[in-house]
Nanobody, 131 residues
Framework: EVQLVESGGGSVQAGGSLRLSCTAS????????MGWYRQGPGNECELVSI???????HYADSVRGRFTMSEDNAKNTVYLQMNSLKPEDTAVYYC?????????????????????????WGQGTQVTVSS
């Protein structure tokens, strides 16, 4: 069975950095696009970043220049390096695979395991940024 496991969340002060990791198992990792969603305290769901099978990365306007997504195919792992963190980055961050949507699309409410967004989901990791 396909499984995604995230790690690396935590609490930091504004301006700090965190690196999130997501390890996939049970599928052909190299052929799948991967993405990070986040759900804020107001229940907003936002697509943060995508990496496609050719290694190309794409970012939401809200994080461009501060966040960087990368992959290690040998380890079946993708990463999200988050620098210059702001309080508005506070959210639960979800690793996803086989995405079905794009930046700017919203369906309202919680996004966890919404098949209109992605086929596979991790359990999420909390990121909290204080002022």
């Amino acid at each position: 069975e396909v499984q995604l496991v995230e790690s690396g969340g935590g609490s930091v002060q504004a301006g700090g950095s965190l690196r999130l990791s997501c390890t996939a198992s049970g599928w052909i990792f190299d052929d799948s696009d991967m993405g990070w969603y986040r759900q804020g305290p107001g229940n907003e769901c936002e697509l943060v970043s995508i990496i496609t099978s050719d290694g190309s990365t794409h970012y939401a306007d809200s994080v461009r220049g501060r966040f960087t997504m990368s992959e290690d195919n040998a380890k079946n792992t993708v990463y999200l390096q988050m620098n210059s963190l702001k309080p508005e980055d506070t959210a639960v961050y979800y690793c996803t695979a086989d995405l079905s949507s794009w930046f700017g699309t919203s369906y309202g409410g919680a996004c966890y395991k919404d098949p209109r967004l992605a086929a596979y989901w991790g359990q999420g990791t909390q990121v909290t940024v204080s002022s």
